[in-house]
């Protein structure tokens, strides 16, 4: 029977390379590597303002894009470089925080490392506040080990919020699991109103909901977007096979 680790070091449908296999195969092959290179072909639209970049709004429909073939495929019509090379933050993909993780982990499934993407909510960026978030987990097996890391993160980020934590290795109190959550709302530990995007802006138990749900497709594989599952982008033949590994 095939193991936990076994199963998160093989890619998915959504984490798949595709045609993009040569390329990857000459990328760092370390997470702080892979994170840097990642931070340089992609942009967050709501952090864009950070590096002076102003959106044009026929781009946002990059945030359609579910698959990591696609998306790199987008990557390369906007500059035809090899991925190790950064972009000029106006021509980098425009993601959020679920691509970069979703990115993060494909590449080291590629490599056959175990990979993860996890759902839930971050504490560094807003004082008092559970921000909702993904990131990625990879097997560090030399520590045995599953280690979080933050790769959207960078120097910019990291003044613009004034994190100073590790985001290479994210504390057990810095980013809490979307299942982890749920069971502290469910015994009254916490506040539905402390969960959302902001303190000032949408919250509520709704982003806890809808995480647990999110964190469970993609413990199975299945790193779903909202905006694809709203809009009916995953393809109606694709059966969700459940495969309850302990998150641990």
């Not at 490599?111 to 987990?137: K, S």
């Not at 995007?197 to 138990?205: A, D, M, N, Y």
């Amino acid at each position: 029977m095939q193991t936990s680790l076994e199963y998160y070091a093989c890619s998915g449908h959504i984490t798949d390379v595709g045609a993009a296999a040569e390329e990857i195969n000459r990328l760092p092959s370390t997470i702080p590597g892979l994170c840097h290179l990642i931070q340089g072909v992609v942009l967050h639209p709501f952090e864009a303002h950070h590096y002076g970049v102003k959106v044009p709004r026929k781009r946002w429909q990059e945030l359609d894009l579910c698959e990591v073939a696609s998306m790199l495929q987008r990557l390369w019509e906007l500059e035809p470089a090899p991925l190790d090379i950064q972009c000029s933050s106006e021509k980098r993909l425009l993601g959020n925080c679920r691509d970069y993780a979703t990115l993060l982990c494909a590449f080291p499934r590629f490599q056959q490392i175990p990979a993860r993407v996890r759902y839930g909510f971050a504490t560094y960026f807003e004082a008092n506040f559970y921000t909702d978030h993904v990131v990625c987990e990879y097997w560090n097996r030399h520590q045995q080990r599953w280690i979080l890391v933050d790769a959207q993160i960078d120097e910019v980020l990291r003044h613009a919020y004034g994190i100073s934590l590790n985001t290479l290795d994210l504390p057990q109190d810095a980013f809490l699991l979307a299942g982890h959550a749920w069971q502290l709302y469910r015994s009254a530990t916490v506040a539905p109103t402390d969960f959302g995007i902001s303190s000032s802006g949408p919250r509520g138990v709704a982003f806890m909901r809808t995480g647990v749900l999110h964190e469970l497709a993609a413990l199975n594989k299945v790193e779903w977007r909202n905006s694809a599952r709203r809009r009916g982008r995953q393809k109606s033949t694709r059966v969700l096979r459940l495969r309850f590994w302990r998150a641990t």
